[in-house]
């Protein structure tokens, strides 16, 4: 087993038994980690699968250039903004049944090879029910309608920007970017503009991707 301990905390980077994986450098950006994997020795979506599933107390994903990124967890605050958002989709969903909800130990496969993660996802009952299995088991193969990210207080907000364009660009319909420490919320749409919420005293709409979802920023206040 090739181990790489990473200066990450008091965490473990296990290649598990790839021992024909070398990593040629990892550069630490706050509390990330960028593994470039030579292209003649990617990991395939079952290795990656591998890797997350020893490290769990990692959250990992993979650009859409083939670098895997190593992210510590959630600090407590963002953890629990996390656990709102995703509490008020659960009773919405309980209640009109349109999908399934993910939160962000679930990874997706998405068109432009990459591999993500969000805080908050929704998938389609239909989509999910037109899986595989097997598929069901291991990263979806699918680009959710709805996704959330919640910036904690080592993300910067430039990286995730981006991560929500992307998210549109593969497909999502509705992605809410929620940034707790500035109070606002950026909201994205296929083919329209990018909306700023510039306080959290709004209700935010699930438009027609979550159709009478409303969620009140304001239980934000109260994390």
Not at 1 to 13: A, P, R, V
Request: one cysteine or more; proline letters at 4%.
């Amino acid at each position: 087993m090739l181990t790489l301990s990473c200066c990450l905390g008091s965490y473990e980077i296990e290649a598990l038994s790839l021992a024909y994986v070398f990593i040629l450098a990892y550069i630490r950006v706050m509390d990330i980690f960028t593994l470039d994997i030579p292209q003649s020795r990617s990991w395939s979506d079952d290795d990656l699968f591998e890797f997350c599933a020893a490290n769990k107390e990692l959250k990992i994903e993979r650009d859409e250039h083939g670098y895997i990124i190593v992210m510590s967890p959630s600090g407590g605050f963002s953890s629990k903004c996390n656990s709102i958002v995703h509490g008020e989709l659960y009773i919405w969903n309980k209640v009109n049944k349109l999908g399934e909800l993910f939160d962000s130990s679930g990874g997706f496969l998405l068109e432009d090879g990459s591999m993500r993660a969000p805080d908050v996802a929704f998938l389609a009952k239909e989509k999910w029910e037109n899986l595989k299995e097997g598929d069901k088991s291991k990263f979806l193969p699918l680009c959710p309608e709805f996704v959330v990210e919640v910036r904690s207080k080592t993300d910067r907000l430039m990286v995730l920007q981006n991560k929500m364009e992307a998210w549109i660009q593969n497909g999502s319909q509705l992605a809410w970017l929620i940034d707790p420490l500035e109070q606002n919320v950026h909201i994205y749409r296929p083919n329209r503009e990018l909306e700023l919420i510039e306080n959290f005293e709004h209700q935010l709409s699930g438009e027609n991707v979550l159709p009478d979802f409303n969620f009140d920023l304001r239980l934000l206040l109260k994390a």
